[in-house]
């Protein structure tokens, strides 16, 4: 069974950095595509970034050029440095990773961690 642990939420304030990590546990299969995730009060979940085995990156308009997703895959670990943070980015991060078995996808999720900016 594949368990998420994430950490590096926490109180900031605006213009601070943060940096979030996600390690993927228990996995027996290549992660495909690894991602971050966030869902303010009252808001749906919406996608972050997500960073593909091949290399590829995705961001969210929102946070183009100041958030930066990275990966380890030796540690099955990803990371979201994020810099310049405002007070809009206030929200519940979920890591997410997707892994293909046997030809079907499979998703997990992390617990999920606060990060609220605030003066």
């Known amino acids: 069974q594949v368990r998420l642990v994430e950490s590096g939420g926490g109180l900031v304030q605006p213009g601070e950095s943060l940096r979030l990590s996600c390690a993927a546990l228990?996995?027996?299969?290549?992660?495909?595509?690894m991602g971050w995730y966030r869902q303010a009060p009252g808001k749906e979940r919406e996608l972050v970034a997500s960073?593909?085995?091949?290399?590829?990156?995705n961001y969210a308009d929102s946070v183009k050029g100041r958030f930066t997703i990275s990966r380890d895959n030796a540690k099955n670990t990803h990371y979201l440095q994020m810099n310049s943070l405002k007070p809009e980015d206030t929200a519940v991060y979920y890591c997410?990773?997707?892994?293909?078995?046997?030809?079907?996808?499979?998703?997990?999720w992390g617990q999920g961690t606060q990060v609220t900016v605030s003066s």
């Open positions: 960073i593909v085995s091949s290399a590829g990156t």
């Open positions: 228990g996995s027996a299969f290549s992660i495909d595509t």
């Open positions: 997410n990773v997707v892994i293909y078995m046997y030809g079907r996808r499979r998703d997990y």
